[in-house]
């Protein structure tokens, strides 16, 4: 089989390179999956830059997104088949309730990734896809879709009549104004450019503005105040954020673009009783919960560009460009 490897203190997509490898064999507990679709993250682009996710000295296969279906089984796994359609998830050790600290998934240090023709992982780890998905949409809910999840349906869950304002066009804001209209919630849109993309109506999006200046003022009236900020962009646009919240409005901090901490508004945050949550990622629960709902809904994740599995390079290079209107998807059929 092939697959790309990220050389030790490579740090560019041009270095990337594509090798024949033996095909992995699936052991007691495990099954192997035949690649269908990979989707990027922004966390490939910091593993690639390093050092963060990356072994010192060492290669790795990069990437962590994927679907596929089953094409061999290992000995003592049950409930599935060869043929079955599959993804799998990014936190194995999380399987419900409260937040647990995890590794950073596949892709980095010691957790293989999952830019190869076939991939071997713990029968534990395989997700059923959900009906009505194609395999390039189902490989864009690992990670982007999960954690929009955990960002409308954690802590403050979103509800039918309330205003959902989104930081950004990729593929975690996008999934994120997806479930909240689905829920029967008012999406808003906050974004560096492209506010009049007509994309953002086709969504169900019930306003754009730029995020230039002091704009959270301009966010809560916009929203007349959103009882949900789905902060893509990182803790320095936290003050903007709470300006944006209603009362006892929740801000889902999940963005790690700007990390600046700046002084916290403590006034506004007491004053209008908001929380500011922390969001990584989500529990295996949580990736079923989001399969059955999108299922429930006929959700489909917006995908910005396909490419093949021979331009992976230029996939990253893509997903690495500011502008990107949701996910940027590698096929392998």
């Given at each position: 089989?092939?697959?790309?490897?990220?050389?030790?203190?490579?740090?560019?997509?041009?270095?990337?390179?594509?090798?024949?490898?033996?095909?992995?064999?699936?052991?007691?507990?495990?099954?192997?999956?035949?690649?269908?679709?990979?989707?990027?993250?922004?966390?490939?682009?910091?593993?690639?830059?390093?050092?963060?996710?990356?072994?010192?000295?060492?290669?790795?296969?990069?990437?962590?997104?994927?679907?596929?279906?089953?094409?061999?089984?290992?000995?003592?796994?049950?409930?599935?088949?060869?043929?079955?359609?599959?993804?799998?998830?990014?936190?194995?050790?999380?399987?419900?309730?409260?937040?647990?600290?995890?590794?950073?998934?596949?892709?980095?240090?010691?957790?293989?990734?999952?830019?190869?023709?076939?991939?071997?992982?713990?029968?534990?780890?395989?997700?059923?896809?959900?009906?009505?998905?194609?395999?390039?949409?189902?490989?864009?809910?690992?990670?982007?879709?999960?954690?929009?999840?955990?960002?409308?349906?954690?802590?403050?869950?979103?509800?039918?009549?309330?205003?959902?304002?989104?930081?950004?066009?990729?593929?975690?804001?996008?999934?994120?104004?997806?479930?909240?209209?689905?829920?029967?919630?008012?999406?808003?849109?906050?974004?560096?450019?492209?506010?009049?993309?007509?994309?953002?109506?086709?969504?169900?999006?019930?306003?754009?503005?730029?995020?230039?200046?002091?704009?959270?003022?301009?966010?809560?009236?916009?929203?007349?105040?959103?009882?949900?900020?789905?902060?893509?962009?990182?803790?320095?646009v936290v003050n903007e954020c709470i300006a944006a919240a209603a009362g006892s409005g929740e801000i889902a901090v999940l963005g790690l673009r700007d990390n600046d901490v700046p002084?916290?508004?403590?006034?506004?945050?007491?004053?209008?009783?908001?929380?500011?949550?922390?969001?990584?990622?989500?529990?295996?629960?949580?990736?079923?919960?989001?399969?059955?709902?999108?299922?429930?809904?006929?959700?489909?994740?917006?995908?910005?560009?396909?490419?093949?599995?021979?331009?992976?390079?230029?996939?990253y290079e893509a997903q690495g460009q500011p502008g990107i209107f949701g996910k940027i998807v590698i096929d392998l059929d």
């Amino acid at each position: 089989m092939r697959q790309w490897k990220l050389k030790a203190g490579v740090t560019e997509a041009k270095g990337l390179v594509n090798e024949e490898a033996a095909t992995p064999q699936p052991g007691p507990g495990q099954v192997r999956i035949r690649v269908r679709a990979i989707a990027l993250n922004a966390r490939d682009q910091m593993i690639l830059a390093g050092p963060f996710g990356r072994p010192e000295g060492e290669e790795i296969v990069p990437l962590s997104d994927v679907a596929g279906v089953i094409d061999a089984v290992g000995e003592g796994v049950s409930g599935w088949s060869v043929g079955d359609r599959v993804m799998t998830a990014h936190a194995p050790g999380w399987r419900t309730g409260r937040a647990q600290t995890f590794g950073i998934g596949p892709g980095s240090l010691d957790d293989p990734g999952v830019a190869a023709e076939q991939i071997v992982v713990a029968a534990d780890r395989v997700i059923a896809t959900p009906p009505g998905l194609s395999d390039a949409e189902a490989s864009t809910l690992q990670v982007a879709g999960v954690t929009a999840w955990n960002a409308v349906m954690a802590g403050k869950p979103v509800e039918a009549g309330d205003k959902v304002l989104v930081l950004g066009s990729g593929g975690v804001a996008l999934f994120a104004a997806q479930l909240a209209r689905a829920l029967g919630a008012i999406p808003y849109a906050a974004v560096r450019s492209r506010a009049d993309d007509p994309r953002w109506q086709e969504l169900g999006v019930a306003g754009t503005m730029t995020t230039d200046g002091d704009w959270g003022a301009r966010a809560y009236e916009l929203t007349g105040g959103a009882d949900k900020v789905v902060n893509t962009v990182g803790i320095g646009v936290v003050n903007e954020c709470i300006a944006a919240a209603a009362g006892s409005g929740e801000i889902a901090v999940l963005g790690l673009r700007d990390n600046d901490v700046p002084a916290l508004d403590v006034w506004s945050l007491v004053g209008k009783q908001a929380s500011v949550r922390g969001v990584a990622v989500g529990s295996v629960a949580m990736h079923q919960d989001l399969a059955r709902f999108t299922a429930e809904h006929d959700l489909h994740p917006v995908i910005d560009r396909r490419f093949s599995f021979a331009d992976l390079p230029a996939a990253y290079e893509a997903q690495g460009q500011p502008g990107i209107f949701g996910k940027i998807v590698i096929d392998l059929d």
